[in-house]
């Protein structure tokens, strides 16, 4: 039996399955939901779970790093928005023209994976990727807060404040519940395999527990999970999409707007590749970032075809994956605080093919879903979030302006360089964050994937201005294990 699949026949691959299943799935359903809004029912929920069941089997079949997971991202759903205005601008039909834009980026990424253009994200460095993390990490959070607010906001005669106060305690239960056990594995507390159990599964029993929770006070009326009644798609249109209803021009024109997704594709991807594999992962076995690219172009031209949305690697969900899997240890150096180290990393094909043809399952039991309240997922969504944030170094430095400068944890760059230094090398990448935030949310968000490829070179101009020891330590790939030998003077 192949060591990918081998390596899957474990209590925490199988944690890891009932964990990631709920974490995808709950996006899945919350974009899908968001898109149905968008392009007035031409993609929705039932399009997303579908996409995201057959994109995942095939990249955890395919792929070369499949501990990535593939999912809906905030940007592809600003651009696939702008579309759908667009083409009722021009009054050119949506799904032919999205088809014709998703094939021309078919074609463009597969075209990348041929020519080896991954090897340009040498130019990135943890400067970038701590960015595009934070940023990523930020938008689960704010869409779970911003959800609980909303729920006070929407009031009326049904809904009274019962149902805002027992949304709030279910996401917040399962937030903590979430956390809590997920820290048992440092705890004194009960038997090591008991331990090791509660923090594997601590994300599913929060989940389970909220919902038994919710159940038994059924008589508050809460916002349940929006899943269809039966299997179809959300408008009842044919699944295969006509492509000749648009006229000759429009599909060479859809290659403009293919261009820019395939430039958010190409570094929404290449990104999270890079942090999955990053060195304080450990892991063994390899990235394959030409392959995964060509996997993923594939997938948008098979998907554009059927009006399914584009799919690309969810860098908070596979993320959270490679955490789930990992065995870490809490290390405490003299002088510093606790940190956690990753150990060894499970990998696997297994889970990922697990999580997939799960939801896939959830195709032919939608209305079970309809019992999950959707606080119980805003607290999942705010448990992924704050998780992502470990091991952020960019948060790490953004919490010194909060301890007393005598008190701040010792590590290697605040060994090697300035306080001065760290702090404005902090605030250039706190503006770089704002930025990005700001354009995602105006009316340049079409453009939004420009200013994230705008981050290297704004590196490079950084090297003027930081002498190269203190950038070589800001900046480094990975934390050195034996500072006196790396980071001597």
């Not at 949506?94 to 090897?119: E, H, K, N, Q, R």
């Amino acid at each position: 039996m192949p060591a990918l699949f081998r390596d899957g026949r474990s209590a925490k691959c199988l944690g890891a399955t009932l964990f990631m299943f709920f974490a995808c799935l709950a996006p899945a359903v919350t974009f899908g939901g968001v898109m149905a809004i968008q392009t007035q029912g031409a993609i929705g929920v039932v399009e997303m779970l579908v996409a995201t069941a057959f994109c995942g089997l095939a990249y955890a079949l395919c792929a070369g790093q499949p501990l990535i997971i593939l999912g809906g991202t905030g940007p592809l759903l600003i651009i696939t928005a702008i579309l759908y205005q667009l083409c009722g601008d021009l009054d050119i039909p949506f799904l032919p023209m999205y088809a014709w834009v998703g094939l021309w980026s078919a074609v463009l990424l597969i075209a990348l994976a041929l020519t080896d253009a991954s090897c340009l994200m040498r130019f990135f460095t943890r400067f970038t990727d701590e960015i595009f993390s934070a940023l990523i990490s930020l938008i689960f959070i704010y869409e779970a807060l911003h959800s609980l607010v909303r729920i006070f906001q929407d009031l009326d005669v049904k809904k009274h404040h019962d149902t805002a106060l027992l949304s709030l305690l279910l996401a917040l239960g399962t937030y903590f519940i979430a956390m809590n056990l997920s820290r048992m594995r440092r705890s004194h507390l009960l038997r090591p395999r008991i331990r090791e159990f509660l923090a594997d599964f601590g994300p599913s029993l929060a989940i389970g527990a909220m919902t038994l929770v919710a159940l038994w006070l059924h008589e508050v009326d809460l916002d349940i999970l929006p899943a269809p009644e039966s299997f179809g798609t959300t408008s009842g249109r044919p699944w295969r999409v006509d492509l000749s209803q648009v006229p000759h021009w429009a599909k060479l024109a859809a290659l403009g707007p293919a261009l820019l997704v395939t430039v958010l594709m190409f570094l929404d991807q290449n990104i999270t590749s890079r942090l999955v594999n990053s060195p304080d992962h450990r892991l063994t076995k390899g990235p394959a970032c030409h392959l995964d690219l060509a996997v993923v172009g594939l997938l948008t031209g098979i998907c554009s075809l059927f009006g399914l949305p584009w799919l690309v690697a969810a860098t908070v969900r596979s993320l959270n994956h490679v955490h789930s899997l990992a065995t870490t240890e809490e290390v405490v150096k003299p002088g510093s605080a606790p940190r956690e180290h990753i150990l060894h990393v499970q990998e696997n094909r297994v889970t990922g093919l697990a999580i997939h043809l799960l939801i896939g399952c959830t195709l032919m039991l939608l209305p079970l879903l309809k019992t999950i309240p959707m606080a119980v997922l805003y607290g999942l969504f705010l448990f992924m979030g704050i998780v992502s944030m470990v091991g952020n170094q960019f948060f790490e430095r953004l919490s010194f302006w909060l301890i007393d400068p005598d008190l701040q944890p010792t590590t290697h760059y605040t060994r090697r360089v300035p306080k001065r230094t760290i702090q404005l090398f902090t605030v250039l990448q706190l503006a770089c964050l704002v930025i990005l935030w700001v354009v995602k949310t105006s009316s340049l968000a079409i453009i939004f994937p420009l200013f994230i490829a705008l981050l290297v070179p704004v590196r490079q101009l950084a090297g003027h201005f930081f002498d190269q020891e203190s950038l070589a330590a800001l900046d480094a790939a990975e934390e050195p294990e034996e500072e006196e030998t790396h980071w001597a003077a």
